[in-house]
């Protein structure tokens, strides 16, 4: 897989894009380190749960709406939601963290 940027032009770039492409290659990175470790067919192993690191990773990525087909089944096989739940509440206080601190220096 090729990671590149993105073909806008300056007039046309918007901020939000911007950012939220800067997050999708920090996930694809990510989960292109891990990638090699989860796949069964080149380790010979069975599917391990996922780490703390990856159920974070799933949880910002669902935040912002980008996730990989096989992320997604190997999230699907976990033996237990509970994680997943508990990721995404830590994500979703650390983003509300982060508007009401930048609403407070803002105002």
């Known amino acids: 897989m090729e990671l590149g940027y993105?073909?806008?032009g300056l007039g046309?770039?918007?901020?939000?894009?911007l950012i939220r492409y800067?997050?999708?290659l920090?996930?694809?990175k990510l989960s292109l380190e891990d990638k090699m470790s989860d796949d069964p067919k080149l380790t010979n192993q069975?599917?391990?749960?996922p780490t703390f690191?990856?159920?974070l990773v799933s949880a910002i990525g669902a935040a912002i709406g980008v996730q990989r087909s096989d992320v997604r089944e190997r999230d699907f096989g976990?033996?237990?939601p509970l994680?997943?739940?508990?990721?995404?509440l830590i994500v979703t206080l650390v983003f509300i963290g982060t508007l009401l601190t930048v609403v407070y220096l803002v105002i």
């Not at 046309?12 to 894009?17: G, I, K, P």
């Not at 069975?46 to 749960?49: A, D, G, L, R, Y």
């Not at 994680?83 to 995404?88: E, R, T």
């Open 6 to 8: 993105p073909d806008v």
């Open 12 to 17: 046309e770039a918007r901020f939000n894009d």
């Open 22 to 24: 800067g997050f999708v």
């Open 26 to 28: 920090i996930l694809q």
């Open 46 to 49: 069975t599917p391990s749960k």
């Open 53 to 55: 690191f990856q159920v």
């Open 78 to 80: 976990a033996d237990s």
């Open 83 to 88: 994680p997943f739940v508990l990721a995404g």
